[in-house]
T-cell receptor
Framework: NAGVTQTPKFQVLKTGQSMTLQCAQD?????MSWYRQDPGMGLRLIHY???????DQGEVPNGYNVSRSTTEDFPLRLLSAAPSQTSVYFC????????????????FGAGSRLTVL | ELKVEQNPLFLSMQEGKNYTIYCNYS?????LYWYRQDPGKSLESLFV?????AVKQEGRLMASLDTKARLSTLHITAAVHDLSATYFC?????????????FGKGTHLIIQP
């Protein structure tokens, strides 16, 4: 199993350009989420999805769009890139594990490093 | 709004020593997670703590949870260089968890020979 696959691993954009970060999982997990990691800030939740067709905003959603048309895929779209969106982006998938009382243990992708000039 | 605070944020220690990382959170929760991140890598799950008084141990790492104090600790015993990494705690809102976790800022741990 590949787990959670993110593409691209690295990307450089100019201000105002748009792009999509891809995320795919092959574990049949119900839940998927996007986080961004900035130095000294930990991980901050951007958007999440509890199933196909259902998405919601996290802590820092502005400037990003998501959709979840299938269980496997959860792309993150930057509509008009800004330097403040320079970050490392992590996609994660999970399910509520009834064997451990519904714990939601995330499996993370390898990350996508985005630089906006 | 759920807030998660870790301290210290940076820790340099010698091999063989013991130390504790603290994780405080601001609102009721009964699900706390610890993750490890090596430089330039992704996050790896270490522990899941689900109830007051829960204690989990793996090798030289031991994690505990006090839900009344809203505090979790990650204790390192007789540290070795391989434990050098950034450690994050993350908390799920009470009654849920599918809607994402709130992470602390991480503790950057360097263990020197």
């Amino acid at each position: 199993n590949a787990g959670v696959t993110q593409t691209p691993k690295f990307q450089v954009l100019k201000t105002g350009q748009s792009m999509t970060l891809q995320c795919a999982q092959d574990m049949n997990h119900e839940y998927m989420s996007w986080y961004r990691q900035d130095p000294g800030m930990g991980l901050r939740l951007i958007h999440y999805s509890v199933g196909a067709g259902i998405t919601d905003q996290g802590e820092v959603p502005n400037g990003y769009n998501v959709s979840r048309s299938t269980t496997e895929d959860f792309p993150l779209r930057l509509l008009s890139a800004a330097p403040s969106q320079t970050s490392v982006y992590f996609c994660a998938s999970s399910y509520l594990d009834r064997a451990i009382f519904g714990a939601n243990v995330l499996t993370f992708g390898a990350g996508s490093r985005l630089t906006v000039l | 709004e759920l807030k998660v605070e870790q301290n210290p944020l940076f820790l340099s220690m010698q091999e063989g020593k013991n130390y504790t990382i603290y994780c405080n959170y601001s609102t009721t929760s009964d699900r706390l997670y610890w993750y490890r991140q090596d430089p330039g890598k992704s996050l790896e799950s270490l522990f899941v703590l689900l109830s007051n008084g829960a204690v989990k141990q793996e090798g030289r790492l031991m994690a505990s949870l006090d839900t009344k104090a809203r505090l979790s600790t990650l204790h390192i015993t007789a540290a070795v260089h391989d434990l050098s990494a950034t450690y994050f705690c993350a908390v799920a809102p009470s009654g849920g968890g599918a809607d994402g976790l709130t992470f602390g800022k991480g503790t950057h741990l360097i263990i020197q020979p």
